[in-house]
C-alpha cells in the first residue's frame, strides 16, 4: 500500500502524525500508539479523524451500510446486574418477559413483510442459574437449557424468512457449535478490558459474565468455530481511554489469530433516570470520534466500525468523518429494547444526511459478504442467504 502523508492546516504533534503516517502506509500499530491516539489533544483530532476517514475510503469507498432487523428480545430475565442496565429484570418485575415461539414467528412473519432480513436474539445471561420461575419456564416449554430455546427461535425465524443473528451473552464453545447452524452470525460485546469494572464499586461489580478474561475467551472460541462475530466496546462505564484502547487492541489481536470479527461496534453509554448510574456524565461526541478513529486506524481499512445512530442523532457526519462506514441493525418494527428512550432513525432521512456528507446508505445482511462461503457459513444456511442476497440492492 503506498504511503500517503496526513494534509492538514491543523498543527499536529509529531509523534501522532507519525503513527498517522505509518497507519496510512498499511504498518501495524500496536497498543502504544492506539492509546497515543485515542488520547490526542483537540488540536490534533482533526488530523487524526481525516487520516482515519481516508484509511475508511482505502477499505470501504463511500458506502455506508446499515442491517434492517427485527430486533426480539427473547427474554429480558438476566443474572447479571450492570449498573446501567435498563433491559434486565427478575422474574417478579413489571416488565418481566419470555418471548413465546408463536410471538417470535409473528414478529420475524412481520419484519420480513416490512422488509427486514435480519433477526436479532438479544437476551440475558444465563437466567437459569438465578432464577427456579424461569427455570420452570424452561421446563414447561420443553428445554433444558436457555441456549437450547434460542435454537427453536432461531429456527422460528428462519422459517419465516429472516436470517437469525444470536447475541445471548456469555455461551460456551459448545454451546456456540449448536447453534452455528442456525445463525448466520454471532455476537458479544466486550465492552472493556479493564479488570477495574469488576471490582467494588464498577460498574460490572455484580455481573459474573461481564469479567473480560471470560469475554476474550468466547471471542477467541467463537473464531475456533469458525463464526463471523460482531463485538465491540461500550464507553463512558467508568473505563478510562487508554482501557478502550486497549479493549480495541484486544478485539484487533483476536481478529489476527482467526479472521472471524466481521465488524467492531462502538457504543457510547446513555445515562437514565432508572439506573444507579444515572447521574455519571456521558461521553461526550469528541470521546465518541476520537474512539471512532483510533478504531479505524488499528484496525485497518477492511474492518466494518460501527456507531449506533439512534444513540447520537446529532452526530451522523461526525462519526461519518471519524471512519465509520456502518450503522448497524435498524428496526422498522421494533424499538431498541437495551435503549428504549432512542427511536431509531428514519431510513430516508438517515441517507439523505448521508448523501449530503457525500457517502452512499446501502442495505447489508447480518453476515458480511467476505463471509458468505463455505468456510464460514453452515450449508444449510447457504440458501436462506442467497435468496436474500438477491433481494438486496442499493436503494435503502
Same mark, same amino acid.
Given at each position: 500500500?503506498p504511503?500517503q502523508?496526513?494534509s492538514?492546516?491543523?498543527?499536529?504533534?509529531f509523534?501522532i502524525r507519525?503513527?498517522?503516517?505509518r497507519?496510512l502506509a498499511?504498518?501495524?500499530l500496536d497498543?502504544?500508539?492506539?492509546?497515543?491516539?485515542?488520547?490526542?489533544s483537540d488540536?490534533?483530532?482533526?488530523?487524526?479523524?481525516k487520516a482515519?476517514?481516508l484509511l475508511?475510503?482505502?477499505?470501504?469507498g463511500?458506502?455506508?451500510s446499515y442491517?434492517?432487523?427485527v430486533?426480539l428480545?427473547?427474554?429480558n430475565?438476566?443474572r447479571?446486574?450492570?449498573?446501567?442496565c435498563?433491559f434486565r429484570?427478575?422474574?417478579?418485575d413489571?416488565?418481566?418477559w419470555t418471548?413465546m415461539l408463536?410471538?417470535?414467528?409473528?414478529?420475524?412473519?412481520?419484519?420480513?413483510e416490512?422488509?427486514?432480513?435480519?433477526a436479532?436474539m438479544c437476551l440475558?445471561?444465563k437466567?437459569?442459574?438465578a432464577f427456579k420461575?424461569?427455570?420452570a419456564?424452561?421446563?414447561? $416449554?420443553g428445554?433444558?437449557?436457555t441456549i /437450547?430455546?434460542v435454537g427453536?427461535a432461531? &429456527?422460528? +425465524?428462519?422459517?419465516q424468512? !429472516? %436470517?437469525?443473528?444470536?447475541?445471548?451473552?456469555i455461551m460456551s464453545?459448545a454451546?456456540?457449535a449448536?447453534?452455528r447452524?442456525?445463525?448466520?452470525?454471532?455476537?458479544?460485546m466486550l465492552?472493556s478490558?479493564s479488570?477495574?469494572l469488576?471490582?467494588r464499586?464498577?460498574?460490572?461489580?455484580w455481573?459474573p459474565?461481564k469479567?473480560?478474561?471470560v469475554r476474550l475467551?468466547?471471542i477467541?472460541?467463537a473464531?475456533?468455530?469458525?463464526?463471523p462475530f460482531t463485538?465491540g466496546i461500550?464507553?463512558?462505564?467508568g473505563?478510562?481511554?487508554?482501557?478502550?484502547a486497549?479493549?480495541?487492541?484486544?478485539?484487533?489481536?483476536?481478529?489476527e489469530?482467526?479472521g472471524?470479527?466481521?465488524?467492531v461496534i462502538?457504543q457510547n453509554?446513555?445515562?437514565?433516570p432508572e439506573?444507579? $448510574?444515572?447521574?455519571?456524565?456521558e461521553p /461526550?461526541?469528541?470521546d465518541?470520534?476520537? &474512539?471512532i +478513529?483510533t478504531a479505524?486506524? !488499528? %484496525?485497518?481499512?477492511?474492518?466494518?466500525?460501527?456507531?449506533?445512530?439512534?444513540l447520537?442523532?446529532?452526530?451522523i457526519?461526525?462519526?461519518?468523518?471519524?471512519?465509520?462506514?456502518?450503522w448497524g441493525?435498524?428496526s422498522p418494527?421494533?424499538?431498541d429494547?437495551?435503549n428504549?428512550e432512542?427511536?431509531?432513525p428514519?431510513?430516508?432521512a438517515?441517507?439523505?444526511?448521508c448523501?449530503?456528507a457525500?457517502f452512499?446508505?446501502?442495505?447489508r445482511l447480518?453476515i458480511?459478504?467476505d463471509y458468505?462461503n463455505?468456510e464460514?457459513v453452515?450449508p444449510?444456511?447457504?440458501?436462506?442467504?442467497?435468496r436474500?442476497?438477491g433481494?438486496?440492492?442499493?436503494e435503502?
Open positions: 500500500m504511503e502523508s496526513v492538514t492546516s491543523v498543527p499536529t504533534s509523534s507519525e503513527i498517522l503516517d497507519a498499511g504498518k501495524r497498543t502504544a500508539d492506539a492509546v497515543a491516539l485515542i488520547e490526542c488540536d490534533d483530532l482533526p488530523t487524526v479523524m482515519a476517514s475508511r475510503d482505502q477499505g470501504k463511500r458506502d455506508v442491517s434492517r432487523k430486533f428480545p427473547v427474554t430475565l438476566c447479571d446486574r450492570c449498573t446501567y435498563t429484570k427478575d422474574p417478579n413489571p416488565g418481566a418471548m408463536d410471538e417470535i414467528a409473528a414478529w420475524s412473519r412481520r419484519g420480513a416490512l422488509g427486514c432480513k435480519e436479532l440475558g445471561d437466567p437459569e442459574l420461575e424461569y427455570r419456564t424452561l421446563q414447561s $416449554l428445554v433444558g437449557s /437450547d430455546y427453536q432461531c &429456527a422460528t +425465524a428462519l422459517e424468512g !429472516l %436470517l437469525p443473528h444470536t447475541n445471548a451473552g464453545r454451546e456456540m449448536v447453534l447452524p442456525l445463525n448466520v452470525s454471532m455476537g458479544l465492552e478490558i479488570p477495574r469488576r471490582q464499586g464498577g460498574a460490572h461489580q455481573a459474565d469479567d473480560p478474561a475467551r468466547m477467541d472460541e473464531g475456533e468455530l469458525r463464526i463485538t461500550l464507553i463512558g462505564i473505563d478510562t481511554p487508554a482501557e478502550r486497549q479493549s480495541l487492541s484486544a478485539i484487533r489481536d483476536s481478529h489469530r482467526y472471524h470479527i466481521q465488524e462502538i453509554f446513555r445515562a437514565k439506573i444507579p $448510574l444515572a447521574d455519571a456524565p /461526550d461526541r469528541f465518541m470520534a476520537r &474512539a +478513529a479505524r486506524l !488499528l %484496525l485497518g481499512p477492511e474492518m466494518n466500525v460501527q456507531a449506533p445512530p439512534n447520537s442523532p446529532h452526530e457526519e461526525l462519526f461519518l468523518d471519524a471512519g465509520i462506514n456502518d441493525g435498524i418494527l421494533s424499538k429494547y437495551v428504549p432512542a427511536p431509531w428514519h431510513l430516508a438517515l441517507a439523505d444526511r448523501a449530503q457525500g452512499h446508505l446501502i442495505q447480518a458480511y459478504p458468505i463455505d464460514w453452515d444449510a444456511m447457504m440458501p436462506h442467504i442467497d436474500l442476497a433481494q438486496l440492492s442499493a435503502v
